[in-house]
């Protein structure tokens, strides 16, 4: 195999529908491999070759974390295809990641912001992305057609891993599509444009919701921070978290239990300023 980079990236791409920015970070990670054992193929590679690639590098945790993820991954499909015998990657141990909680908004933070905007496009675009708790990503990516305002959902069709799901639309979210539907005159195609009438990107919405944050009064908001507070407040509200996962296109319920932190520490607080018990003499 003349390309096994090449083969690897087309193989996640048409097989596990690696995003594009996987794929570039693949790309990179697997492309310094091959300067460092150059002139030799990247198929000859031992495991003392693998150590050597990752200790030249001065990495934090999450990136040398990546760096052996995309190593295991390739090697396993290698050896899937018959290229290699055996994994050199297989002893390599990825070190501990701690995973930062999550930016989560009050209730009322989360009204302030989502309520701000003056436009009528960026009104629905808060209210799209906290409501239904869709990835920026999605959230840019929605047409006309995936939005059924009568029974209040909307379907993803442009999934994390290619996966879509069908995901309930709020009543403030219904409301603000259809104000944006009626004055900006949108029937068919993409819902949220930018100025030039084409596709807003997901930069620019993330533009669009620090900027307007910025202007009620919560700095470093962002669209992940809206998704986050979705979830955390299904949560303390008593909903059952698989719905939940379900809701967030998670494949892994362990993804989405990162939330139940988060509503611990208020718990915790609640119970330490509440409870008899709880309170130090």
């Not at 002139?39 to 945790?61: C, H, I, K, N």
């Not at 029974?151 to 104000?179: D, F, H, I, N, Y």
């Not at 507070?229 to 990162?258: K, V």
Request: hydrophobic share 40%; proline share 5%.
């Amino acid at each position: 195999m003349t390309d096994p980079v090449g083969s690897y990236l087309d193989h996640l791409r048409a097989e596990r529908g690696a995003s594009p920015h996987t794929l570039r970070a693949y790309e990179a990670e697997l492309l310094t491999l091959v300067a460092h054992l150059s002139p030799r193929s990247l198929l000859t590679a031992t495991t003392l070759d693998l150590r050597g690639w990752l200790a030249r590098a001065d990495l934090v945790r999450s990136s040398l974390a990546r760096r052996i993820s995309c190593a295991k991954g390739f090697w396993r499909w290698a050896q899937r295809e018959g290229l290699v015998a055996h994994s050199p990657a297989e002893r390599l141990r990825a070190p501990r990641v701690k995973q930062p909680l999550p930016r989560v908004l009050q209730v009322d933070e989360a009204a302030r912001v989502v309520e701000g905007p003056p436009r009528a496009r960026d009104r629905a675009l808060f209210e799209v992305a906290y409501g239904s708790g869709l990835r920026v990503s999605e959230v840019v990516g929605l047409d006309v057609d995936d939005v059924r305002l009568e029974e209040g959902l909307v379907t993803v069709r442009r999934g994390k891993g290619g996966k879509g799901r069908v995901v309930p639309l709020g009543e403030g979210a219904v409301v603000a599509l259809r104000t944006l539907f009626t004055t900006a005159g949108i029937s068919t195609g993409a819902i949220f444009l930018n100025a030039r009438g084409g596709r807003l990107s997901s930069r620019a919405a993330w533009t669009v919701v620090n900027e307007e944050s910025l202007r009620v009064g919560l700095p470093d908001v962002h669209p992940h921070a809206l998704r986050h507070s979705f979830a955390t407040h299904l949560l303390s509200a008593g909903a059952d978290i698989r719905s939940i996962q379900e809701m967030l296109g998670h494949a892994s319920l362990g993804t989405t239990q990162r939330y139940t932190q988060v509503d611990l520490e208020a718990l915790q607080l609640a119970y330490r300023s509440a409870h008899p018990r709880a309170r130090r003499s």
